[in-house]
C-alpha cells in the first residue's frame, strides 16, 4: 500500500512538471522537427531560458555548469598543447639558427684566420 501511494504521488508531480514544461517541450519538438537531433546543451538553454522568462525558479542541479567546465577544461588542454608544440618547434627552429650562425661565425673566423697566415 506505501509503495503504491509513493508511485501515485510521484506520477502525479511528472504530470504536473510535464504540464508546467510543455511550452519549454514544445520548443523542443519544434528544434527537432527543423534538424532532427540536437545536443544536450541546447535542450538545457530551451528549458533554462524558458524558467527564466516564466520565472519559474530551479529546484535541481545545474548539470551543465560541470559538462561546460569540463568541456572547456578540455579545449583548453587542447589549445595548450597546441601552444606548447608551436613553442617546442619555434624553440627548436630558434635554437637551429642560433648554431647555424656560430657555425657561420667559426667558419668567417676561420677564414679570416687563414687569410692573415
Known amino acids: 500500500e506505501y509503495v503504491k501511494e509513493m508511485l ?9 512538471r510535464l504540464k508546467e514544461y510543455s ?6 519538438v519544434k528544434e527537432l522537427f527543423e534538424k532532427e537531433t540536437i545536443e544536450g ?6 528549458i533554462r531560458d524558458f524558467e527564466e522568462e516564466k520565472g519559474i525558479q530551479r529546484d535541481y542541479e545545474d548539470e551543465e555548469s ?11 588542454a587542447d589549445e595548450k598543447n597546441e601552444a606548447d608544440k608551436i613553442d617546442a618547434k619555434t624553440q627548436k627552429e630558434d635554437k637551429k639558427r642560433d648554431n647555424e650562425d656560430r657555425e657561420n661565425t667559426a667558419s668567417t673566423d676561420n ?4 687569410k692573415e697566415s
Open 41 to 46: 546543451k541546447l535542450v538545457r538553454k530551451i
Open 23 to 28: 511550452e519549454a517541450i514544445e520548443n523542443i
Open 8 to 16: 501515485d504521488q510521484r506520477y502525479k508531480v511528472v504530470l504536473d
Open 66 to 76: 560541470d559538462l561546460e567546465k569540463a568541456e572547456n577544461e578540455a579545449k583548453d
Open 111 to 114: 677564414k679570416e684566420d687563414d
